[in-house]
């Protein structure tokens, strides 16, 4: 890893948030609440908004030099609780500590801006994510909803709780 480079996005990079989000949308539709459909018709203008990192949301990409190849997300949800969300590390980048960098960003923002506690949902089936969040310190809890962008799919809740 060493030319990665994992940062907070700001507006100068909302077409690198762009371009990472659409990939992770195609590559594993599923795994997703928002699905590519709804975030391809996002604007310019909205895609800058979003790539500005706020205390209630902040993306963070993965650079290979100068290329994108893995993302994800804090985002405070309306009531408090903190989110990993939009998690996502190109096939040929799986493995290699990218996704552990990204993780380890969001843990920091989350405890930053004082959240003790860390959740995200994963889809039972996609064994080799809840593995690699186990890895992360992140325990399933009983909680289990349907997947926004897919409701056919049940996604069980995780959470990870910051040293007291």
């Given at each position: 890893m060493?030319?990665i480079?994992i940062?907070p996005?700001?507006a100068?990079?909302?077409?690198?948030l762009?371009a990472?989000r659409l990939a992770?949308l195609?590559?594993?539709?599923t795994?997703f609440?928002?699905?590519?459909?709804?975030?391809?018709?996002?604007?310019?203008?909205?895609?800058?908004?979003?790539a500005?990192?706020?205390?209630?949301?902040?993306?963070?990409?993965?650079?290979?030099?100068?290329?994108?190849?893995?993302l994800?997300?804090?985002?405070?949800a309306?009531?408090?609780?903190?989110?990993?969300?939009?998690?996502w590390?190109?096939?040929?980048?799986?493995?290699?500590?990218?996704?552990?960098?990204?993780?380890?960003?969001?843990?920091?923002?989350?405890v930053?801006?004082?959240?003790?506690?860390?959740?995200?949902?994963v889809?039972?089936?996609n064994?080799?994510?809840?593995?690699?969040?186990q890895?992360?310190?992140?325990?399933?809890?009983?909680e289990w909803?349907?997947?926004?962008s897919?409701?056919?799919t049940?996604?069980?809740?995780?959470?990870?709780?910051?040293?007291?």
């Amino acid at each position: 890893m060493k030319n990665i480079i994992i940062r907070p996005t700001s507006a100068a990079d909302w077409q690198a948030l762009k371009a990472t989000r659409l990939a992770a949308l195609l590559d594993a539709p599923t795994a997703f609440g928002a699905s590519h459909a709804s975030a391809a018709r996002f604007s310019g203008p909205e895609w800058q908004q979003r790539a500005v990192s706020t205390p209630q949301r902040t993306f963070f990409l993965a650079f290979d030099g100068e290329h994108p190849i893995g993302l994800a997300a804090q985002v405070v949800a309306a009531n408090n609780e903190c989110h990993l969300i939009a998690m996502w590390v190109q096939s040929e980048y799986r493995g290699m500590a990218v996704a552990q960098g990204l993780v380890d960003a969001v843990k920091q923002r989350a405890v930053d801006n004082g959240h003790a506690r860390l959740v995200l949902d994963v889809a039972p089936e996609n064994a080799r994510a809840a593995a690699f969040y186990q890895k992360q310190g992140f325990v399933f809890l009983p909680e289990w909803e349907p997947l926004e962008s897919h409701p056919h799919t049940q996604v069980q809740k995780m959470e990870w709780l910051a040293a007291a």
